[in-house]
């Protein structure tokens, strides 16, 4: 399927990932859909009436057979309807994990999605069977600085909004630019500069990319820091979470140029890191967390006490 260039998102004015807020500056997160069939609990079959959906970054057709049905997003007052032609549209300030709940028809089902905070998340031909849901496609865009790079992985984490991140997947057909519109490599990129991302939610949540352009750096200066604490949580290759000694939890984003050392010298990959290992960390500091340039691992966690026979 080919996807055509989306029109570039400016956000700003951070909020707390998986809250609402109000903010004039951002852009809102935008959920559209179709929903192709619902039931109580039987699915229905046959063609019904098509419809084409022309949107503004595809040119997919999409079946969309059920009118009435009540889509919204849970802990949340934003709520609508599908139309005639069974599409919907939401439009907030929701972002992070949340609930869209679909009801009508006899079904009553729920769907658990990521929102990008400031993007556009579009489920393709959503198909209901009483608290059973299904959907042949999430198609995302979104914008927000690269935190992450791991290029033997294939894969970048990129915060949408600044606020929301996603683990993004580079596949041989993916289309990646820089701001001029020339092919880049994963190799030419760093952490810092803004990615425009657009391609489709995978079973484990990752982005499947299908197009990336590569803008300017959010933060032109960053400063250098260096803390020491303790590993709180890891989620390899592209950041872990550390527990600052001086009070305080920080996200350390990882890159393919991040240096991971043991207390004596030896190199190691983040998968060797622990829960509770005592590290030091080098890096610049940046509004979406530490970009590390050196991790050093200064002791482990103690070994458990054996327990005798």
Known sequence: MNFPVFVLLSLSAPLMAGCSGGSSSRPPTIVTGNVRSASAGTARHGLGRLW??????????????????????????????????????????????????????????TLAVTLPAGGELDLVDVDLSGAKITVSQERISFEGPITGIDCQGNLLQVLSGEQVPFRVRLQSSTVLVGQDGLPLGCGDLSTGPTAQVQGTVDSRGDVQAALIQVGPATNATPTPVTLEGTIASLDCPTDLTVAQNSGGNVQVNLSSTTEIRDQDGTSLDCNALNGGDSVQIQGNETSFGINASTIERLSPPPAPTPTPP
């Open 52 to 109: 084409q959906l022309v949107r503004a970054w595809t040119l997919a057709e999409a079946v969309a057979q059920v009118p009435g049905i009540t889509v919204s997003i849970q802990l949340s007052s934003n709520t609508t309807t599908t139309d005639s032609n069974g599409f919907f549209r939401l439009q907030g300030n929701q972002f992070g994990s949340s609930l869209l709940q679909f009801t009508g028809n006899g079904a009553d089902a």
